[in-house]
């Protein structure tokens, strides 16, 4: 079955750092287009990080400078590395693959930027 599994979400203090990671399975994880998006508490969901479909990033601007977004296909595993975190990047994380009109989420990790 399909399953995505996200992992890597905390507390950190703000200026610190988390790397989340997406483990994919139960289908042809190369094939898809992947993406973190993030929603928090009484917010819609906002895309935080895709790869384009000419191989290439691109980010909210929110984010751009801090985050970075990248794949392992060898091991069906997207990360989303976040540096110089902010109070205003507390949400709940989510992992999403793409492939035509075949759209699958993860469960979500929490990630809380607090001193």
């Known amino acids: 079955q399909v399953q995505l599994v996200e992992s890597g979400g905390g507390l950190v203090q703000p200026g610190g750092s988390l790397r989340l990671s997406c483990a994919a399975s139960g289908f042809t994880f190369s094939s898809y287009a992947m993406s973190w998006y993030r929603q928090a508490s009484g917010k819609q969901r906002e895309l935080v990080a895709t790869?384009?479909?000419?191989?290439?990033?691109n980010y909210a601007n929110s984010v751009k400078g801090r985050f970075t977004i990248s794949r392992d296909n060898a091991k069906n595993t997207v990360y989303l590395q976040m540096n110089s975190l902010k109070p205003e990047d507390t949400a709940v994380y989510y992992c999403n693959a793409v492939y035509t009109i075949t759209n699958y989420w993860g469960q979500g990790t929490q990630v809380t930027v607090s001193s």
């Open positions: 790869f384009t479909s000419g191989g290439g990033t």
